[in-house]
């Protein structure tokens, strides 16, 4: 599966400037920084922004983010500047640890991601889901159920379905 770029060349360069990005990405000293390395440290810059927010955000929420796009950006900036074994400008790991910083506060529920139009909508309410269940005697192994009117959450969020029935008997502890 491909993972969608969040982050851009340009914006690399925005960060390092273009002879930055040259200096860190052109080996074959034509002008132009190789495209197979810039695609592959933007595509791991992408994949460590979407660990952090894939749980609580969709995939069009990330991407419609300038936030996430400058985080992905500085990761890649950082990944170029070792990428040859040079040390990397204390200033660009300094922003880089408050973007790592704040990707974890944003995938521990601590924080919200903002989009361009403000704070973006978590893919799940994160409301606690209670499922009561009773023992339905009217077959001749007794199958636990859900019980609808006592039980909060939605069925799909909760992931339980009133088809998955167990008998009383499959449980290893009787």
């Not at 390395?37 to 609580?56: C, G, K, M, T």
């Not at 070792?82 to 040390?87: F, Q």
Request: glycine share 6%; aromatic share 6%; with cysteine.
């Amino acid at each position: 599966m491909a993972v969608t770029a969040l982050c851009t060349q340009t914006d690399m360069q925005y960060i390092l400037s273009v002879k930055g990005v040259l200096l860190r990405m052109d080996d074959d000293g034509n002008g132009s920084a190789e495209t197979d390395f810039v695609d592959e440290i933007i595509e791991i810059a992408s994949v460590w922004v979407n660990q952090h927010l894939f749980d609580r955000y969709a995939t069009a929420t990330i991407q419609a983010s300038s936030w996430a796009k400058w985080a992905a950006a500085h990761k890649a900036v950082v990944l170029a500047s070792k990428r040859r074994g040079n040390s990397v400008p204390e200033s660009l790991l300094d922003e880089l640890d408050t973007y790592a910083t704040e990707l974890e506060r944003i995938r521990d529920g601590k924080s919200n991601l903002m989009t361009d139009t403000g704070v973006a909508t978590p893919t799940h309410d994160e409301l606690p889901t209670v499922s009561n269940m009773t023992v339905d005697s009217r077959y001749t192994r007794n199958n636990v159920r859900r019980v609808k009117s006592s039980s909060t959450g939605d069925d799909a969020a909760a992931g339980v379905q009133q088809d998955d029935a167990h008998a009383v008997g499959d449980f290893p502890w009787y």
